[in-house]
């Protein structure tokens, strides 16, 4: 039987440049280095939004009103608690479990308890991503206390949803500047158009599964140092440089000698650099003059000149977010994670939108393989 004739050619390699998805919740411009969620710069909302409301306006496509945002508020810090089946799933997992990983098999285990499972309609489906958004901070500051052996800290509703996770992660309210700090930060991870989580994300809810499916193809997406996973690495190239000894400029020349990437470089998009990345580099430098520990940001600066120098490309988001995070004293292998608390915003954003307007996604594959190949029964095979 003939096939039926492929009218579209093949896309450059790893759909560079394919448009998949009319969207309205933000847009890309990697020319220029510009970032916008539903019209309003991301530069706008760092200096005067909160992660709240930035996730408000992601999940409506305008900002609410001051009772909207207290009511959104509100029922977010009510949904931030974790069930008690929840917190015994998190205890059973190995102390060794990789957190992104941890993370993954929560947000998997919690579609099985979530009162609203088997109902994918509008109302549910929010009520779904608003538990979510809620309950991911609890569920990384819970894995990380159990692989050390400590429980879990009730989440306070009178905190913001930054300052909540702070709390529950180290046990005590976090000084105010800190928690804005990592508020702004999970403005700038929250959203970022047809990345590759958030295209995991919509595959997934295009076959009409559920948003706590698509959330954790996402995060399993998320995982891999090619996306959010970069983050964790740039930490990992930091230490392995200051416990080298050795001039940051050196390393980087060493890794590009051996044919190897440099982590938190270079973007599929931005041809300049990524606008998240100077806002999140005047934290690092800040925090590191607050923390009388400067070594991690000129660190950081000189492998920016160093990549500028050999090889032209700019930092991405994930560059000055690691010794921002590390300033702020969270373990580097939980840097994943606090991008999934912030892009699971997106996430939600992009599934409802999905299902409003539905078709399944399905591309093709081009085949090159073999063709007329006849069967040989086993035993007259060479
Ligand atoms: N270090 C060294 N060289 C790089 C880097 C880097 N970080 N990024 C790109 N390049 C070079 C490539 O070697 C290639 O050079 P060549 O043409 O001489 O072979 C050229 O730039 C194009 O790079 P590609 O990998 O083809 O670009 P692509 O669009 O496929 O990849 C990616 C984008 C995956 C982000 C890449 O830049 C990379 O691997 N960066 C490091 C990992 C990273 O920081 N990921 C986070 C991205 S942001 C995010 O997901 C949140």
Redesign the pocket.
Same mark, same amino acid.
């Given at each position: 039987m003939n096939e039926p004739t492929v009218t579209t050619q093949p896309s450059a390699?790893?759909l $560079?440049g394919v448009v998949v998805a009319e969207s309205e919740i933000s847009y890309v411009d990697g020319q220029e280095g510009r970032l916008v969620y539903r019209g309003f710069s991301i530069e706008d909302l760092a200096e005067r939004s909160t992660f709240e409301e930035t996730t408000k306006l992601l999940l409506d496509g305008e900002l609410p009103s001051a009772a909207e945002l207290a009511t959104f508020r509100t029922a977010l810090a009510a949904e931030r608690s974790l069930d008690e089946r929840t917190l015994e799933t998190i205890r059973g997992f190995p102390a060794d479990a990789e957190p992104m990983a941890a993370l993954r098999t929560a947000v998997s285990a919690l579609g099985l308890v979530d009162p609203d499972r088997g109902d994918d309609g509008p109302d549910a489906t929010r009520r779904k991503a608003i538990r979510l958004i809620a309950r991911l901070p609890g569920i990384v500051a819970a894995c990380d206390r159990a692989r050390r052996g400590e429980d879990p800290v009730p989440p306070r509703e009178d905190l913001g949803h930054a300052a909540s996770f702070l709390h529950q992660l180290r046990g005590q309210a976090p000084d105010p500047e800190d928690a804005r700090i990592l508020d702004i930060c999970l403005i700038l991870?929250a959203e970022?158009g047809m990345?590759?989580s958030t295209f995991s994300a919509r595959v997934t809810a295009a076959t009409l599964s559920d948003i706590h499916s698509a959330v954790t193809s996402a995060i399993g997406t998320?995982k891999g140092?090619?996306? @959010? @996973?970069?983050?964790q $690495?740039?930490m990992k190239m930091l230490l392995e440089i200051d416990a080298r000894g050795i001039e940051p400029a050196a390393h980087v020349r060493e890794?590009?000698a051996a044919?190897?990437?440099? %982590? @938190?470089?270079?973007?599929?998009v931005y041809r300049t650099m990524?606008p998240r990345a100077p806002i999140l580099r005047r934290f690092s430098k800040s925090l590191g003059e607050r923390t009388g520990d400067l070594r991690w940001y000129r660190m950081s600066e000189e492998i920016v000149d160093a %990549?500028r120098a050999e090889?032209g490309?700019d930092p991405?988001?994930?560059?000055f977010s690691a010794s921002t995070y590390h300033a702020l004293g969270i373990p580097a292998d939980l840097f994943t994670p606090l991008?999934a608390i912030a892009r699971v915003s997106g996430w939600a954003a992009h599934v409802e939108a999905q299902y409003a307007r539905n078709r399944l996604i399905r591309p093709r594959a081009k085949y090159v393989g073999k063709r007329d190949l006849r069967y040989v029964p086993i035993g007259q095979r060479d």
């Open positions: 390699g790893g $560079e991870h970022h990345n590759a998320l140092p090619l996306h @959010g @996973g970069a983050n $690495e740039v890794l590009l044919g190897r990437k440099v %982590m @938190g470089f270079g973007h599929r990524d %990549m090889k490309i991405n988001v994930d560059f991008f």
